[in-house]
């Protein structure tokens, strides 16, 4: 810069004094033109030493940080501007302009150097640092990657999970090799403890999740990681294909805490996601229960849907059961029994994006059943095109009659155990299959007995598979003194006011897993006697009246919620023609609230009331019939459910209440992948020690304790199967699904993905060149060199300019003398 100066100084020359009188006009117009001479060579000086300047400045090629670009531009043209007010003011005062030229330019040159020294203090004191231009320095890294499930989707013949793989090890590849690398795969991790060679072999072992990952939450770990990192960069890496269920979970907050952190952590995120994606799935699966009793039908409810740019047609949905066995590992790899087909329906989806179908599997035996629902169609999401399930079915099990009526008892005792020697005096039809036909003693009992003998000692019941039906009677003074825990149901017909005692027992049996039946009738007294009685701590909900109705008044009746609920399934296929209205009612309790678990299972005719209500308490459940079973004869009989000899709906609802009871087990046995999985392990029962096998053939070993199994969370789908051993072999399983809402193909845009975590809080890139261009500018700061070298190339200019117009009117006096 001072060699424009030195050349000026150099270059002036000496005048020489000659006295000559006629010259005294001429020197005093040179006086009054000196200061303007001056001042352009003073301008053109100065355009020289900044050229020179600029230059010197854009060789250095200085850097600032990638978030400090618009602040240094800024800076740029505040000074730019106090320099150009400053020459105009100064300009005006050479040239003896008046005070309202120069001073509004010297004021304004004054508040733009005063800005911009101020706005360069607050930026070089609280403005990120500048990176360190070593591309050697270790960097601080954080890997996200995205395993859930859309990941699965192929496009261009590979996964997108195996593209996202591909991106991390790549990205891995770029970071110098003292770097410290974490890879979050959702196990906690306390620091960033892995070098790039050993984060490339974590990355390859990782695997897709039938569960949406979390990506806001790691992000929150990943930045807290780096945060407490000592290395001066410091950076993570979201690589998703940007779908919505990913990013589900974040809040209003994300966008804050990353602005908040923004100029200390990069936050880079790579769209590994196909455009244009379509998918066919089916949904969660609807099922009545999980656990049937035993000759139950398991009915499935699946919805079919394609997206909005898959082609319609149409497709077949098969339901499979796996054929009873044993897992076994043969080389390496898990064997299961075979699957065979066991219904199947087709739907059409030409003209709508969505419908449902319904798959069954008839009449179950004791055990564990797997099922696979499987769509088949041609589509490149294959993780929601199958779900799994599986069914449980126990045999009845023993039952005690609570009666203080003998012959009520009789009759209870004898439909639910027809081999029971006591037997009434009308025969009841138990056929509930033999519409409007009575059969024999000898026949109802064969058949009810057949029908809870059990088959097998294999599989997830209730432990009491091994035991026939049979059915005891005690009054309800001697409920106190029984000992309930030898009964899988306990029938309560017209219970009076019980005491405490009583209660208090029955409590603990349904709590305990028991199964509780209670038909109340008159004996429970008035409605205010009945809303003060112990017995309410069993009931459904708070007591009202007792409704009544004409003796030939035929018109109110049972009516079933949903046949294909496992109470019904003892009635088969004829369950939606039980003629109920055959059977009316006189008198019924009615309820002024239900709680908020109570299920209705009928309702009266004219649907205004419920009439059998089920509660789950604990492990076991309770259901409650607001009008006695059976009923006192005579003309205050409050229904004539079992007055006539073809009362066979009612032996229907009696033994399918039983089978309900006493056969279904609490127990969840389908979960939603990622969801913390246990089941009920009663020591009596089942094994303390399982082996556990996962879907990919993975094993350990499991143990109880305090009647839990806990399996942990599971995030592969499939059927999960364990072998114990307590004197023969026991077999149990669970199914673990993809939740339909995580495979939904929606992409976040621009818009969203700026809402979601801040405009300028992050960078985001799809291929390896713009990764490379985008991190580079994040980890070694933007060059001003481009900026500064147009500096160079305008300071040129205008000296060029300057000084062609300068010189031209130097040599146009000389050209007029001549």
């Not at 009439?611 to 409650?624: F, H, K, P, S």
């Not at 607001?626 to 006539?644: F, H, I, K, R, Y």
Request: glycine share 6%; with cysteine.
């Amino acid at each position: 810069m001072a060699i424009p100066v030195a050349l000026h100084l150099l270059s002036r020359r000496q005048p020489k004094l000659v006295a000559f009188p006629a010259l005294r006009f001429v020197k005093h117009t040179v006086v009054q033109q000196r200061g303007s001479w001056q001042l352009r060579h003073f301008l053109l000086l100065c355009l020289r030493v900044g050229m020179f300047g600029a230059m010197a400045l854009a060789l250095a090629r200085p850097r600032v940080h990638s978030a400090m670009v618009t602040t240094a531009l800024g800076l740029g043209l505040v000074t730019a501007g106090a320099i150009f007010a400053s020459l105009v003011a100064l300009v005006a005062v050479v040239t003896r302009r008046g005070i309202g030229v120069w001073l509004p330019a010297a004021i304004i040159a004054g508040a733009l150097w005063l800005t911009g020294i101020i706005w360069t203090g607050v930026s070089v004191t609280r403005g990120p640092v500048v990176p360190s231009s070593d591309q050697s320095a270790p960097v601080a890294a954080a890997l996200i990657i995205d395993s859930g499930p859309t990941l699965d989707y192929r496009a261009e013949n590979e996964k997108r999970f195996a593209v996202a793989k591909k991106m991390a090890t790549w990205i891995l590849s770029k970071l110098p090799i003292d770097s410290r690398v974490g890879v979050l795969t959702g196990a906690p991790i306390g620091a960033l403890s892995l070098d790039p060679a050993t984060a490339k072999g974590q990355v390859d072992i990782l695997q897709p999740q039938a569960v949406r990952v979390d990506l806001s939450a790691r992000l929150r770990t990943a930045i807290d990681l780096l945060l407490a990192s000592d290395l001066e960069r410091k950076e993570v890496y979201v690589i998703t294909d940007l779908m919505k269920p990913g990013w589900s979970a974040a809040d209003a907050s994300l966008s804050e805490f990353l602005k908040q952190h923004a100029d200390e952590v990069l936050v880079q995120v790579i769209d590994v996601g196909a455009e244009n994606s379509t998918n066919w799935r089916l949904g969660d699966l609807e099922i009545d229960s999980e656990s049937v009793p035993d000759g139950s039908n398991a009915s499935w409810q699946v919805t079919v849907s394609r997206s909005a740019k898959a082609p319609g047609a149409s497709a077949t949905v098969k339901l499979l059961q796996e054929e009873s066995g044993l897992p076994i590992i043969s080389n390496d790899a898990l064997k299961v029994p075979p699957s065979n087909m066991v219904d199947q329906a087709t739907i059409d989806l030409s003209t709508s994006a969505d419908g449902q179908v319904t798959l069954t599997s008839p009449s179950l035996t004791p055990g564990s059943h797997n099922f696979r629902i499987e769509l088949d169609v041609a589509d490149p999401l294959q993780i929601d095109n199958t779900r799994y399930a599986t069914v449980v079915c126990a045999a009845q099990q023993s039952a005690l009659v609570v009666a203080d009526d003998a012959d009520a008892a009789r009759l209870l005792k004898f439909a639910l155990s027809p081999s029971s020697s006591d037997s009434p005096q009308s025969t009841p039809p138990a056929n509930a299959a033999s519409v409007g036909t009575p059969i024999d003693t000898d026949n109802a009992a064969n058949a009810n007995t057949a029908a809870n003998t059990n088959k097998t000692n294999s599989g997830d019941a209730t432990g009491l598979l091994d035991r026939p039906a049979s059915a005891q009677q005690v009054r309800s003074s001697q409920l106190a003194q029984t000992a309930l825990e030898r009964y899988g149901v306990i029938y309560v017909n017209d219970p009076p006011s019980l005491p405490p005692a009583s209660i208090a027992l029955l409590k603990n049996f349904v709590n305990q897993g028991g199964g509780l039946f209670l038909a109340l009738g008159p004996t429970l007294g008035n409605p205010d006697e009945a809303r003060q009685s112990p017995l309410n701590e069993l009931l459904p909900g708070a007591l009202a009246r007792v409704a009544r109705r004409q003796v030939d008044d035929d018109s109110l009746f049972l009516v079933p919620v949903s046949t294909s609920h496992p109470l019904f399934h003892v009635f088969e296929s004829i369950a939606d023609d039980v003629p109920w209205n055959l059977f009316p009612l006189r008198r019924l309790w009615e309820f002024e609230t239900l709680g908020a678990a109570a299920q209705v299972l009928m309702t009266t005719s004219d649907r205004a009331q419920p009439a059998l209500i089920l509660e789950r308490r604990g492990l076991g459940q309770i259901l409650t019939l607001v009008t006695p079973l059976p009923a006192q004869p005579g003309n205050e009989s409050w229904n004539d459910l079992l007055s006539e000899s073809d009362s066979w709906p009612a032996y229907g609802l009696i033994l399918g209440a039983a089978r309900l009871l006493s056969g279904q087990t609490q127990s969840r046995y389908n979960f939603a992948a990622g969801e913390n999985t246990s089941l009920d392990n009663d020591p009596k029962l089942f094994p303390m020690n399982y082996m556990l096998y996962a879907p990919d053939g993975q094993r350990r070993n499991l143990q109880a304790d305090n009647g839990i199994l806990l399996l942990g969370q599971l995030n592969q789908a499939g059927t999960y199967r364990m072998r114990g051993l307590q004197g023969s072999v026991t077999t149990r399983a669970v199914s673990v699904n993809t939740p339909s809402v995580d495979t939904q193909l929606d992409r976040m845009t621009g818009g969203e993905l700026d809402a979601l975590l801040g405009a300028g809080n992050y960078r985001l890139a799809r291929q390896q060149n713009e990764v490379e261009s985008s991190v580079g500018q994040a980890r070694y700061g933007r060059e001003l060199f481009p900026v500064l070298m147009a500096c160079v190339a305008a300071l040129f200019l205008a000296e060029q300019a300057m000084s062609n117009r300068f010189y031209k009117l130097r040599l146009a006096p000389a050209r007029n003398a001549a």
